[in-house]
């Protein structure tokens, strides 16, 4: 019979399904980076002046700052002045009002994608925000939302229609000079998604925004901004996948959640940028800034995220846990395949009285990845009672491949329990065989075992996007197993 | 049906069967009995094609074709099921789930119609019922967390739904209490139909009163050196088998 | 610059001006390699991973004194009797402020097939060989290890031959005594063909004595030998201690470590084992037991750099009063290097509100066939277990100090030396009734 090694090999040799461009003419700045670029693209945004002197204070500060090196990824240095800050599709410039106005080819990019834009709302009762090449170009479901005093727009939208809102919030969660991408990202964000839930409110259905890059050397700086007030809910889905490219591309975007008293916050993201190819060319570079502050007693906020895609991957979605008995949640699959390099993970800052955490990692590697957990867990003096769970399994598929751990645990109060468990293992030869005596072919078998393996974090995803991260694993393991 | 030739069998540079020769009609229950070390598992992980076992001689004909060329799988496709002496648990992965895929995944071998989600429940309720599982096993992950019955029951449960030609059943009776035994017995001899062989692995004659085979072979020093009718065992399990070892050394 | 950094640049200066105050070319070589690092990288700051959690500023800036032999002459035979040991080893050594001191040893001849010398001895008598015994990666450790190399002055040098297993214990005091000394001894082991030794290294102080105790420890084991590896660090609450020890093992070898850390202002262990041929293994133990201002940091870094190697680790702290603990495990598995497990846990207990424990258990795999797990758990005493306790009678008080005592016995049950069992039994129970009874409890 074949060896098991070979199988896993071909598994893991399967291509983008994502990959194709779809020809949409950009309204793009010249590539570089100076305060004439930021005050062009406030200006074209039509921004308050606040805004953009808030965006020139974070340049400032951007200039000062010096690209962190302590994650385990490799990458040739960014030529920032190589990058350019603004795209935006044409079409963007009369808003469509309904589905028929919308450029017929980013729908059908849609339908490439698996992603029916009409039927996903209609079946899905799911109100997209498409973010396309940073612009809005396609907002549904406003009316109903607008019902019960829900916000969900465009960023740029907010900073006209709500200033007071986001002057309040922005920078409240991640501030302008929290990390160098963080400060990027803040003089130069093109737009992104902005949520308000108001007092009391459960929003009446699942908010999603897809991304997509597109435009060469356009990076891409989305922020996002989530607010629920007061005994407010909201689960809000994020998902992208982006076109085929040779060059690398930078994405760094922020997002920012803050959660009242008694208000919870559910943040899912399937991720899908494109990784490069076998040979690690193209992919994108995903520094992104992720934090959720749990400002109000009972306050919860919950991040799962699937992660397959993008060359490198450094990002930490985080909790604040300042609010009484709040509680931050983190579950993640990260697969990495041919020469991909994550180094993800999530920070728990417990500083309020019994405060709880979770985090639940799922890492599988494969090809000539490299894959890394980091997480901290601190527990400040006052966190009375404070609790924390971590298990962190690794999968590795293939000997060429890497699995990292590093957990920090920082802990000042004695009243804490942290916990911590991680495994580090290869796909089991055994089950695999079991499954295989049955009749299941060899691929299956292997999607099956990962699958399984990364069975209790699918679980926190809503029912639709759980398919869709199971398609996803599947696609981006094929060739792998062994 | 199955025909073993001259069958020799390496793990690790060690050779473990030696010249097994066996030959096992349709609809036929064959037993196997040996002392412990003598190739009675290698013998079930071979027929099924487990990596790390060298084959160095002998043929294995399965229904004319050559057994030992297909894949694990291919081998289920043909109508080959193992019920392992310690069934792996998978955790994450649901045991129905998994039935359904492995169902349709020998129906598409065979170049059959899959089964819909609603057909293959209907067979998957009545085999419950027969093999008196437990219901919530089925919507448990594969095994894990199964107590030894359990798990046994399940092997068997799987095997009733994937039906196969022949069922290797090995040390099945290992770590099960004497009403277990009974269950798991009665469900396989409710899968005696006349055309299914089986062949039953076993340190214990004990097995072989609720299953009553129609051939008892001694497997030893990885070779079968004696066969005889059912009463066979009976007399191991009167006399054990140094006697018999003796007799093969003379 | 920093005081330490001018300790080292003072050696420097004075190697550079007498180049023949040492015989051998090579070890100079080193010394002087070694001192020029310490004063270009100065000493490691926080902003350095592997120094994140203990800030060694301050040390830097005190005015240490290099120590010389003369510096300890004042301890006499009844001084050193009077001191607390963990053992009675008929094999001893003992080394004031980092000096072999002849007189204070015990044992007469050696077992046949062990060498014990003074390492000032071998730069004089035969440096070269020193120079050969010596690791001579000037890059090795943190700077720490090259002030150590630096300062280069006395220390012992064990060596066991082929097949030979030493049933009695070695046991190396290292004694500080007098204030604001920097002592840096050194220690060299090396372990012939299936030998078997067990080494107790034991720092201890005399009164209040003061400064930094900068050590480090190499030990190589050749195919199958075996070493039993006791550390103490138990010094006055006025000393700080820097420990480093770099282990590599041969095929079939095995290094077990118990590394215990109880007393000092401010104490840093790294123990860096390298497991470089097939079926090495290692098994590495530590607890460190804090109060007051204590700072107490151990690091352990095992790489697996073939297959079939296996390392097994087990760190516990119990942090009271204002101290802070730190733990940080690395285990690596090279490339290719498969069929290995490797397990690792850090459990931790803080007794006080302003006690601190950080603790990073890390894994690195470059290998596919591998089964490593580790946890780490922080918390308190287990509320069940006292009020268990209680429930059958015990006082609060008395019930919080056996739970504690149980907590680091898991660690001592393995540690075959008196001396410890006694010191925690002191330490958390000694001011309850169950001393008495624990102790009777034993001699039945």
């Known amino acids: ?36 670029v930021i005050r062009l693209i406030s200006a074209k945004k039509e921004e308050p002046e606040w805004m953009l002197e808030w965006r020139l204070k974070a340049f400032a500060r951007w200039k000062t700052m010096r690209e962190p090196n302590w994650a385990h990824v490799h990458y040739p240095p960014i030529d920032f002045q190589a990058i350019s800050y603004y795209a935006a599709p044409k079409s963007a410039k009369d808003r469509p009002q309904s589905l028929d106005e919308v450029d017929p080819k980013l729908l059908e990019t849609y339908k490439k994608l698996g992603i029916p834009l009409e039927e996903q709302m209609m079946l899905a009762g799911v109100a997209v925000d498409a973010v396309f ?30 200033p007071e809102l986001v002057r309040k919030y922005l920078g409240s969660v991640v501030p302008v000079t929290d990390n160098y991408y963080a400060a990027l990202n803040s003089a130069v964000f093109s737009d992104g998604s902005f949520v308000y839930i108001p007092k009391g409110t459960r929003c009446p259905m699942e908010l999603s925004t897809y991304f997509r890059i597109n435009a060469m050397n356009t990076g891409q700086f989305e922020r996002t901004l989530v607010i629920a007030d007061e005994g407010a809910y909201v689960s809000y889905l994020e998902g992208c996948t982006a076109p ?11 997002v920012e959640l803050v959660a009242l008293d008694d208000a919870s916050i559910k943040y899912s993201t399937v991720q899908n940028w494109y990784p490069g190819d076998a040979e690690g060319r193209g992919g994108i570079y995903n520094f992104v800034t992720k934090r959720g502050d749990c400002r109000g007693a009972r306050s919860k906020i919950s991040w799962t995220q699937v992660e397959t895609g993008s060359a490198i991957t450094w990002k930490y979605p985080s909790c604040i846990l300042k609010g009484e008995n709040s509680v931050g949640e983190f579950y993640s699959v990260a697969l990495t395949n041919n020469l991909q390099q994550a180094d993800t993970g999530t920070k728990m800052i417990h500083l309020g009285r019994g405060t709880r955490s979770t985090i639940v990692s799922k890492g599988i590697s494969a090809g000539r990845s490299q894959n890394a957990y980091r997480g901290l867990v601190r527990i400040a003096a006052g966190a009375e009672g404070a609790r924390n769970y971590t298990q962190c399994d690794s999968l590795l598929l293939g000997s060429q491949c890497g699995a990292h ?13 942290v916990e911590h468990e991680a495994s580090t293992s290869k796909i089991s030869d055994d089950q695999l065989f079991y499954l295989r005596s049955r009749g299941i072919k060899q691929e299956d078998a292997v999607n099956m075992v990962v699958n399984g393996f990364c069975k209790e974090v699918f679980k926190e995803l809503p029912m639709e996007f759980a398919v869709e991260a199971q398609k996803l694993l599947g696609i981006s393991l094929e060739g792998a197993v062994g | 049906m199955l025909e073993i030739k001259n069958l020799h069998v390496e793990v690790a540079g060690t050779e473990i069967l030696r010249g097994l020769n066996l030959t096992i009609g349709a609809g036929e229950t064959h037993a196997i009995m040996g002392p412990n070390g003598s190739g009675k598992s290698t013998l079930s992980h071979v027929l099924a094609g487990r990596e790390g076992y060298t084959v160095t001689a002998g043929s294995v004909t399965f229904n004319g074709k ?54 293959f429940l209907k067979v998957v309720k009545a085999r419950v019922k027969a093999i008196g599982l437990d219901d919530s096993l089925l919507n448990r992950p594969v095994n894990s967390g199964f107590s030894g019955g359990e798990k046994k029951r399940n092997e068997i449960f799987q095997m009733s739904v994937l039906e196969p030609r022949l069922a290797i059943l090995d040390e099945t009776d290992s770590g099960l209490d004497i009403d277990a035994l009974k269950t798991v017995s009665e469900g396989v001899n409710a899968l005696r139909d006349g055309k299914r062989s089986f062949m039953v692995i076993t340190h214990y004659q004990r097995l072989l009163d609720y299953i009553v085979p129609d051939h008892v072979h001694v497997l030893a020093k990885g070779r079968i050196i004696k066969s005889g009718p059912k009463e066979l065992a009976l007399e191991l399990e009167a006399r054990g088998y140094d006697w018999l070892l003796e007799e093969a050394a003379a | 610059m920093a005081a330490l950094a001018m300790v080292a640049g003072a050696a420097l200066a004075a190697l550079e001006q007498a180049p023949d105050s040492t015989r051998s070319q090579r070890l100079g070589a080193l010394r002087l390699a070694a001192a020029a690092r310490v004063k270009e990288e100065g000493l490691p700051s926080v902003a350095n991973e592997h120094w994140k959690y203990t800030n060694v500023s301050r040390l830097g800036e005190r005015a240490l004194r290099s120590a010389t032999a ?27 402020n980092g000096c072999v001191r002849d007189d204070l040893g015990a044992g007469g001849s050696l077992p046949q097939g062990l060498r014990v010398r003074s390492m000032a001895a071998l730069q004089e008598q035969d440096p070269e060989r020193l120079a050969t015994l010596l690791d001579t990666d000037v890059e090795a450790g943190s700077t720490f290890q090259a002030l150590n190399t630096a300062l280069l002055g006395d220390g012992v040098v064990i060596e066991v031959d082929h097949n030979v297993s030493l049933r009695e214990p070695l046991h190396l005091v290292m004694l500080g005594t007098g204030d604001d000394l920097l002592r840096s001894p050194r220690v060299l082991v090396h372990m012939g063909r299936n030998s078997e030794l067990r080494l107790i290294e034991e720092y201890v102080s005399l009164d209040a004595a003061s400064g930094l105790t900068n050590s480090v420890c190499e030990v190589r084991l050749a195919v199958g030998a075996t070493l039993f590896h006791h550390r103490l660090a138990n010094e006055s609450a006025a000393s700080s201690h820097i420990g480093r020890v770099a282990v590599e093992v041969d095929e079939q070898g095995q290094y077990v470590s118990d590394s215990l850390a109880f007393g000092g202002e401010l104490t840093r262990v790294d123990i860096d084992v390298n497991l470089v041929g097939r079926g090495a293994r290692c098994r590495l133990n530590g607890l460190f037991v804090a109060d007051g201002q204590q700072h107490v940091d151990h690091h352990t870094r095992i790489e697996h750099r073939v297959g079939d190697t296996h390392s097994a680790e087990l760190y516990r702290g119990i942090l009271d009063g204002r101290s802070r603990g730190v733990f940080n495990g690395r285990v690596l598995v090279a490339r290719d290097a498969q069929k290995i497990t490797a397990q690792q846990a850090s459990n931790n207990l803080l007794l006080s509100r302003l006690a601190e424990i950080d603790t990073k258990p890390e894994l690195e795999i470059y290998a596919d066939d591998v089964s490593c797990a580790h946890g780490a758990t922080v918390g308190e005493l287990d509320a069940a277990a006292l009020f268990y306790l209680r429930s059958r009678g015990v006082g609060a008080a008395d019930a919080r100090a056996l739970l504690t005592y149980a907590f680091a016995q898991k660690i001592v049950d393995e540690i075959p030396l008196p001396g410890v069992r006694r010191w925690l039994e002191t330490r958390f129970l000694g001011h309850t009734r169950y001393s008495q009874l624990l102790s009777a409890l034993e001699s039945l």
């Open chain 1, 1 to 36: 019979m074949a060896s098991n090694a070979q199988d896993v090999a071909e598994f893991v040799d399967r291509h983008y399904e994502a990959g194709f461009v779809t020809d949409i003419e950009s309204d793009t700045v010249a590539p570089g980076l100076n305060e004439d």
């Open chain 2, 66 to 119: 050559s057994l030992l060329d297909l894949e694990p799988e291919e081998r289920a496709g043909e109508g080959v099921f193992l019920a392992f002496q310690y069934p792996i648990e998978i955790p994450g992965v649901n045991n129905v789930y998994m039935l359904k895929a492995a169902l349709n995944g020998i129906r598409s071998y065979r170049g059959e119609k899959e089964l819909s989600a609603v057909e």
């Open chain 1, 244 to 254: 085929m490219r040779d060059e690398n591309q930078l994405h760094a975007a922020v």
């Open chain 3, 70 to 96: 003369g510096d300890g002459a004042s301890v006499s035979a009844a001084s050193f009797a009077a001191l607390e040991l963990s053992t009675d080893s008929a094999l001893r050594v003992v080394l004031v």
């Open chain 1, 133 to 162: 090449d940073s612009v809005s170009v396609h907002t549904s479901f406003r009316g109903k939302l607008a019902e019960v005093g829900v916000i969900f727009c465009s960023f740029s939208e907010a900073v006209r229609e709500h």
């Open chain 1, 405 to 417: 751990t590093f957990p920090y645990i920082e802990c000042k109060n004695p009243s804490a329990v």
